[in-house]
């Protein structure tokens, strides 16, 4: 299992600044993921941030907008650049516990960063 | 492309039985992934097929079948702390999950 710290839980910000959501895992790991849930809706994935290297971005999502930090296994940050109100969601990071491709495969969330932008 | 339906919304009564449908199409399929999520908190893993057949654990049961791309999550005893909304996800390449739009579950007394 994986226990994941992630803050802010919830901030309101003006539009045109930027955020920076922290998530630390308590076991070090390969990847990192980081998704956005507007309200009702499904969990979309932003990127996987990856030890050493650039992000992978989904499509729809670029790394102006949404940089991401991987300073070690154990932890990485998403800014929100430029934030307009359309921004305002739900930001989740997780991190996957892969026991092959028989075995179980787990995610683990950290509790979400709430943003509203005013 | 890679796309998931599932129904956005069902309705049962407590102690009843209900499935929620998850229909994919996606490009490196691993497995077919479950989760709960209640309002204000984080989805949590409910079970996870890797392969085809049916996978229980306590009151709830998944299951897949690769061949026709489709599994379903089967809920029994139904119980008023299970009005939340439930979430498939394909497991692909690189270890992502891309998830399902959501099935609102209401459980009524």
């Known amino acids: 299992s994986a226990v994941i710290s992630q803050k802010p839980s919830r901030d309101i910000c003006q539009r045109g600044t930027s955020l920076t959501i922290q998530c630390q895992v308590d076991s070090q790991v390969t990847m990192m993921f980081w998704y956005r849930q507007q309200p009702g809706q499904s969990l979309t994935l932003i990127a996987t941030a990856n030890q050493g290297s650039e992000a992978t971005y989904e499509s729809g999502f670029v790394i102006d907008k949404f940089p991401i930090s991987r300073p070690n296994l154990t932890f990485s940050t998403l800014t929100v650049s430029n934030m307009s109100p359309e921004d305002s969601s739900i930001y989740l990071c997780?991190?996957?516990?892969?026991?092959?491709?028989?075995?179980?495969?787990?995610?683990?969330f950290g509790q979400g960063t709430r943003l509203t932008v005013v | 492309g890679q796309s998931l339906e599932q129904p956005s919304e069902v309705t049962a009564v407590e102690g009843a039985i209900v499935q929620i449908n998850c229909t994919y199409q996606t490009s490196g399929f691993y497995g077919l992934s479950w989760y709960q999520q209640h309002d204000g908190g984080a989805p949590t893993f409910l079970s996870y097929?890797?392969?085809?057949g049916l996978e229980e654990t306590g009151r709830f049961s998944s299951f897949l079948s690769r061949s026709d791309s489709y599994g379903y999550l089967l809920l029994q005893e139904l119980q008023m702390k299970d009005s939340a909304s439930y979430f498939c996800?394909?497991?692909?390449?690189?270890?992502?999950?891309?998830f399902g739009q959501g099935t609102e579950l209401s459980v009524k007394p």
């Open positions: 996800a394909v497991l692909n390449q690189g270890g992502k999950l891309i």
């Open positions: 097929n890797g392969l085809d």
């Open positions: 997780s991190v996957v516990s892969w026991q092959g491709e028989e075995g179980n495969t787990e995610a683990f």
